[in-house]
């Protein structure tokens, strides 16, 4: 594996676009924990227990940490899949395996 970082965005589309509610799922998670991160800054305007907060942190990196970890396995079963099927598996699964470093810092 090559050392260098993931491009922010890599110009590529997935090989089977998400379905409508793949999408809805996804973004209400997200949503979710938009609202989440909203509620920490008015714990801290509040001057709140920083334990607190930190616990609201952490559920919020959990939370992200779902939602990648299931864009990842998407990912996988579908462009990963498809570029092994075409005999592109070997760049695909170099690409996986640096998302998972970079998702696991």
Known sequence: ME???LPEDSGKKPVQPRTNDEKEQVLNRLKR???????????V???RYCVDVLVQIS???AALKKVGFT??????????????QK??????IDELMKVIQQFSK
Do not use: F, P, S, W
């Not at 924990?33 to 714990?43: C, D, L, P, T």
């Not at 005999?87 to 695909?92: C, I, T, V």
């Open 3 to 5: 050392d260098y970082e």
């Open 71 to 84: 864009l990842m396995e998407r990912h996988t079963n579908h462009c990963v899949a498809d570029a092994i």
């Open 33 to 43: 924990i938009e609202g989440q991160v909203r509620g920490i800054q008015k714990m």
């Open 45 to 47: 305007e509040e001057d």
């Open 59 to 61: 559920a919020i990196n």
């Open 87 to 92: 005999g592109e598996g070997e760049e695909a």
